[in-house]
C-alpha cells in the first residue's frame, strides 16, 4: 500500500495503513519491511503534526493554525497512540526475533513505553497537550508598553542591557508587572497540570509522577538520587564562581548592592553587543561561522536557509522560546525563535543548528526511532557548537565582531554557562519536591515557598529585598515547568559534556570535531554512555567532574577578563 496519498489529517485515512500492519502476519525475517513501513508512516504523521505545532507558535492569534494543530491533538494523536502501541506488542510479542545491534536502544524504548502505557491515560496526556498550547498563547501574547512603543518581552529584554539604571529598573518592573497580571491564571493551570500527572502516574502503577518520568524520559543510565549527587556538586563547586561573577558585576558598576534588573549591564561607557539588527544578518553571520568550522556543516545550514526553515526574529504574538525540530520525510530541520539583536540570539541560533546538524547527521538512519539521541546527547551536540564557534567569531574570521567584542562575548557566554548550572538545580529539585515530595493538597503559596527556599540555597548574590512576590514567582517563567515536565536536568549534564568537548578541541580541533561528528551520525543507536565516549567524553556528574569543568571555565574567563 503506498504511502504517497495519505492524508495526515483524516484518522480513516491514516487508520487504513495501520490496520494492514497490524493484520500482517508478522515472522522473523519479514519484521524489517514491517518496520520500515511503519517508520515511513510515523514520519509522516510527525512532520505533519510538528509543522502544524509551529505555524502556531509563529502566530498565536492564527485561528485557522490553532484549529489545525488542535484537531491533531484531539482528534488524531489519542487514536494514533493507541494503535502503536498494538504494533509495539505485536512486535514485542513475536518469538524468535532478534534485532541487529543497532536497534537494540529502540527496542528498550518500546518495552518502556509498553509498560507505562494505559490506554485511560491517552485522553488525560490529550488535554495536558492542550493545556500546554494554551500556555504558548498565554505567554507569546504578553508585552510591554514603553514610550508609546508596544514591545514583546524578547525586545523589552534588551532595555535590561540600558547603561541608565534607573531605565533598568522601570522596564524590569514593567516585565514583571506583566507576569503578575497572569499570575493566578498560571497558578491555575499548572494545578491543573499537575492533578494530571498524577493521575497518569497513578494509572499506570506508579507512586508518584517522577518515577513514571523518570522511565519515561528514558533516564537508564542515572536515579534520582544521582540527580541530587548532581545537585550537591553545583552548590559545591559551582555556587562560589558563580557569586565571584555577581561580586564582579556589582563591582564594575560601582553598585552597594546588586540588584536584578543590574545582571544584564554593560561596564560604564560601554554599549552592549549589538552583532546584528535583522535576521537575514543573524542568518548570514551564522552561516559563515559554521563554515568556518566545517565546510559541509556551512553547507548543511545553507540548504536550510534556502529551504526557508528559519524562523528567527521577534514579533507580536509569536510564542516565546526557541527550538529545533526535526522533518524526517523531508529530512530537514526548522529551526524557531526569538531574536531582537543581542548576543544571546547569536548564541541560541549556533545552538539550533548544532541540533539540527544532529537531524542532519542520523536522517539517513532507516527507522525514525533510531534517529532520536537522548537528550543528555542531544543537548550536548546543541552546546558543543556554541562552544566550538569561539575561534570565529571575529568579523574577520567569518564571524560578528571586533576582537575586544568578539573577547566580550565569550566571557558573557562563560558566564551564563556558570550562573545556568545553579539554576537548573533550582529547576530541577522544584520538580523533584512537585512530583516526589508535595502533599497531595498543595498550593500555588507552598510552591512559591519551596521555588524561593531553592533559589536561595543556589542564587546568593543578587539582593532581592522587596521583591519576594517577584522571586517566588520565578517558576512561572520556566517554561519547561509547564510543558515539558522533568526535562531540564538533561542541559546541566549535556553542558558538562559540552565542555570537554570544547576541551578536547583546543588540543586537536579536527579530531575533537571529527568524533562530535561521528556521534551525530550515531542517533539514538548506543547507549547514553557509549555516546559520550564515541564523541571523546564522558557522562558523570560528580563533585570532580564538575570542579574540573569549573577550572577549566574560569580559567578561560580570567585570561578573557584580563584582556577586556
Same mark, same amino acid.
Given at each position: ?27 522473523? $525475517? ?13 514520519? !509522516?504523521?510527525?512532520?505533519? /503534526? ?52 543497532? !536497534? &537494540?536502544?529502540? #527496542? @528498550? ?13 491517552? $485522553? ?17 501574547? #504578553? ?11 524578547? !525586545? ?11 531605565? @533598568? ?5 514593567? /516585565? ?21 500527572? @498524577? ?64 545582571? #544584564?549591564?554593560? &561596564?560604564?561607557? #560601554? ?5 546584528? &539588527? ?9 552561516? @559563515? ?53 543581542? !548576543? ?65 562575548? *565569550? ?10 548550572? $545553579? ?57 519547561? %515547568? ?12 549535556? &553542558?558538562?559534556?559540552?565542555?570537554? /568537548? ?6 586537536? $580541533? ?7 561528528? *561521528? ?6 543507536? *548506543? ?9 571523546? %567524553? ?27
Amino acid at each position: 500500500m503506498s504511502l504517497d496519498a495519505v492524508d495526515t489529517r483524516s484518522w480513516d485515512a491514516i487508520n487504513e495503513h495501520y490496520k494492514a500492519l497490524e493484520e500482517e502476519t508478522l515472522t522473523p $525475517p519479514t519484521v524489517q519491511n514491517w518496520l520500515q513501513r511503519w517508520s515511513d508512516l510515523e514520519a !509522516q504523521i510527525m512532520e505533519a /503534526v510538528g509543522q502544524a505545532a509551529s505555524r502556531t507558535h509563529e502566530n498565536t492569534a492564527d485561528k485557522d493554525a490553532e484549529a489545525l494543530h488542535l484537531h491533531y491533538l484531539r482528534n488524531i494523536l489519542p487514536k494514533l497512540s493507541i494503535v502503536n502501541e498494538r504494533l509495539k506488542v505485536k512486535l514485542l510479542d513475536l518469538e524468535g526475533y532478534e534485532p541487529p545491534a543497532d !536497534q &537494540q536502544m529502540m #527496542m @528498550r524504548d518500546f518495552r518502556t513505553e509498553r509498560a507505562l502505557f494505559r490506554e485511560e491515560n491517552v $485522553p488525560l496526556e490529550t488535554e495536558l497537550s492542550v493545556l500546554a498550547t494554551e500556555h504558548r498563547k498565554i505567554t507569546g501574547q #504578553m508585552t510591554i508598553e514603553w514610550e508609546g512603543e508596544t514591545l514583546t518581552l524578547d !525586545q523589552a529584554e534588551l532595555l535590561l542591557s540600558d547603561p541608565e539604571r534607573e531605565t @533598568r529598573e522601570r522596564a524590569w518592573r514593567k /516585565v514583571h508587572e506583566t507576569w503578575e497580571a497572569v499570575r493566578p491564571t498560571l497558578d491555575e493551570q499548572y494545578l491543573k497540570m499537575l492533578s494530571l500527572r @498524577r493521575q497518569i502516574a497513578k494509572n499506570a502503577g506508579f507512586e508518584n509522577y517522577r518515577a513514571f518520568a523518570w522511565l519515561e524520559r528514558g533516564r537508564y543510565e542515572y536515579t534520582p538520587s544521582d540527580a541530587f549527587t548532581f545537585h550537591d556538586a553545583i552548590e559545591h563547586q559551582v555556587v562560589l564562581l558563580a557569586r565571584k561573577i555577581f561580586e564582579t558585576q556589582r563591582q564594575t558598576l560601582g553598585v552597594a548592592a546588586l540588584r536584578p534588573w543590574d545582571l #544584564m549591564a554593560e &561596564q560604564p561607557g #560601554m554599549a552592549p553587543l549589538a552583532p546584528f &539588527q535583522t535576521g537575514a544578518e543573524l542568518e548570514e553571520g551564522c552561516t @559563515r561561522i559554521f563554515q568556518a568550522i566545517d565546510a559541509e556543516l556551512g553547507a548543511q545550514f545553507e540548504q536550510l536557509r534556502g529551504n526557508g526553515c528559519l524562523e528567527l526574529e521577534s514579533r507580536a504574538n509569536k510564542a516565546p522560546g526557541g527550538y529545533c525540530r526535526a522533518l524526517p520525510v523531508s529530512k530537514r530541520s526548522y529551526i524557531f525563535m526569538n531574536a531582537v539583536g543581542k !548576543q544571546e540570539n547569536v548564541r541560541t541560533l549556533l545552538h539550533e543548528g548544532g541540533h539540527a546538524f544532529h537531524n542532519q547527521h542520523a536522517c539517513d538512519l532507516p527507522l525514525v526511532w533510531m534517529r532520536h539521541a537522548p537528550m543528555e546527547m542531544a543537548e550536548v551536540a546543541s552546546m558543543a557548537m556554541e562552544l566550538l564557534a569561539y575561534p570565529f567569531m571575529e568579523k574577520e574570521k567569518g564571524g560578528f565582531y571586533s576582537p575586544e567584542e568578539a573577547d566580550r562575548a *565569550r566571557v558573557e557566554h562563560l558566564e551564563k554557562i556558570v550562573l545556568f548550572l $545553579p539554576y537548573m538545580a533550582v529547576v530541577d529539585a522544584f520538580q523533584h519536591w512537585v512530583y516526589a515530595e508535595a502533599p497531595a493538597n498543595v498550593t500555588a503559596d507552598d510552591m512559591d515557598a519551596t521555588w524561593s527556599s531553592l533559589w536561595e540555597r543556589f542564587m546568593g548574590g543578587v539582593d532581592w529585598q522587596g521583591l519576594q512576590e517577584e522571586k517566588e514567582s520565578g517558576w512561572h517563567r520556566k517554561r519547561h %515547568i509547564f510543558v515539558y515536565p522533568f526535562y531540564y536536568i538533561e542541559y546541566g549534564l549535556a &553542558q558538562l559534556g559540552a565542555l570537554q /568537548v570544547w576541551r578536547n578541541a583546543q588540543t586537536d $580541533p579536527a579530531a575533537a570535531l571529527s568524533a562530535y561528528r *561521528r556521534t551525530l551520525a550515531l542517533g539514538g543507536t *548506543r547507549s547514553l554512555p557509549e555516546l559520550y565516549e564515541s564523541a571523546g %567524553i564522558r557522562f558523570a556528574f560528580d563533585r570532580a567532574t564538575v570542579r574540573d569543568t569549573m577550572q577549566l571555565v574560569e580559567t578561560h574567563l580570567d585570561a578573557l577578563t584580563a584582556k577586556t
